[in-house]
């Protein structure tokens, strides 16, 4: 019975010398019983500080830059009617946002998203007859219906992000970036106005001598 008090006795000082009593503070880091190579994983993960040096990169940073296009927490920009396609107070944008600028590289960049992502469905020239209808699809409105062509930008803009009420429509916001978007837009109303405009609506003098305008 002696023998058992003692080894008990033995056992209570070793594991207070090595953990310490409750609430103790220590200096130095605790004793590691294992070894390394028995318990691999997270606890040994490789990492780095911040402001590290790192021989992976081509610069020595281990602190990274964001990927493009990405946002950090707190930066949506809620209030941008850039990536909201709404003002200040929650009402649907008419025309482009400030820092856009339409021009024949913008709309030639829309036009080329648009081939890509809405031409299936919406048509090459936007009349609803993409190929998609060949398959059974025939709900996809023509944006030359009265109802779109009078449809505030940013309502086109938030049916782009988030797509359509009837989820007809996916979401296209993990595709295309915001800016992208509103070049789709221009496009969109680029083809709506080729469709409905008149020879009087041309203003280059070049082309109205073509036409034979005066």
Known sequence: MRNVYLVTAFVVVLTVSVLGFRGARFTSPPMDVFPEWAFPGMKYQPKFRPQAASQFFADGRADRMPPEHTVMRGMLRENDPLYRGKDAAGAAIKGFPAGVTVNRAFIERGRDRYTVYCAPCH????????????????????????????????????????????????????????????????????????????????????????????
């Not at 449809?151 to 938030?158: E, K, L, S």
């Not at 970036?177 to 405009?197: H, N």
């Open 123 to 214: 048509g090459t020239v936007g009349d609803g007859n993409g190929i998609t209808k060949q398959y059974g699809m025939g709900t996809t409105p023509s944006y030359h219906d009265d109802r779109l062509r009078t449809m505030a930008d940013g309502d086109i803009f938030n049916t782009i992000t988030n797509g359509s009420p009837t989820k007809i429509m996916l979401p296209y916001a993990d595709k295309l970036t915001p800016e992208d978007r509103w070049a789709v837009i221009a496009y969109v109303r680029a083809l709506q106005r080729a469709q409905s405009g008149t020879a009087a609506d041309v203003t280059d003098s070049v082309a109205r001598r073509t036409l034979g305008l005066p």
